[in-house]
Structures are given as C-alpha cells and as structure tokens.
Nanobody, 121 residues
Framework: QVRVVESGGGLVQPGGSLRLSCAVHGLLFKISTMAWYRQVPGKQRELVALQRDRDSINYANFVEGRFAFSRDNAKNMGYLQMNSLKPEDTAVYYC???????????????WGQGTQVTVSS
C-alpha cells in the first residue's frame, strides 16, 4: 500500500516562508512524477509545481520565482519551499505522486490528505 503524507503547513504572516514536505510511504520501484497542487474552497484544484522523472520543474505562473520544488529520490521525499508568501497563497496544498510499484507495473496516481497553509497578518 502506497501512502502520500504532506506536512509543514501552518499560519504565516505575509512575506514569510514555509517549507512543505511530501513523504511517499510503501514499497515501490520509483516515483515517476511528483507534483504539488493547491485548492481553495469553492475553486478547482490547481497545479503549483510538477517534475516528471528528472526533467525540469514546471511552475505555475503565480509562483513568480517565490517557490522552489525539490525531490530526494533516495528517501521518496518531495519538498516545496515557499517564500514571500501572499494572502492569496492561502489554500490546502496537496502532494501528488505517480508511483510505479514494480518495474513491470503501470504508474498509479496517489494523493495525500493535504496540509493547510494560511497567510494572514
């Protein structure tokens, strides 16, 4: 069983920073794609950052150089360093991982439960 667990959310003042972590637990062959999404109540979930295998990282336009996505493939971990946070960054942030459990299996999509980020003074 593969589980995705996010952590690191919280309350931060505008201009502050947070570092989100994503841990992928369970036996697996590799994580093909890892991504961060966010969702505000009443709105669709939107992509924040995504990396396929070792390709370059794609960021949403609203990131504007403020966030940095990184992965530690040896630990099956992903991170989202968020700087210069704005009130409009307030959302639940979700980690998504496409996981190949064995060398022969297909990628399976896994989501975490989300972590709340609130940017407010």
């Amino acid at each position: 069983q593969v589980r995705v667990v996010e952590s690191g959310g919280g309350l931060v003042q505008p201009g502050g920073s947070l570092r989100l972590s994503c841990a992928v637990h369970g036996l697996l062959f590799k994580i093909s794609t890892m991504a961060w999404y966010r969702q505000v109540p009443g709105k669709q979930r939107e992509l924040v950052a995504l990396q396929r295998d070792r390709d370059s990282i794609n960021y949403a336009n609203f990131v504007e150089g403020r966030f940095a996505f990184s992965r530690d493939n040896a630990k099956n971990m992903g991170y989202l360093q968020m700087n210069s946070l704005k009130p409009e960054d307030t959302a639940v942030y979700y980690c998504n991982a496409l996981v190949k459990r064995t060398i022969m299996s297909s990628d399976v999509d896994h989501w975490g439960q989300g972590t709340q980020v609130t940017v407010s003074s």
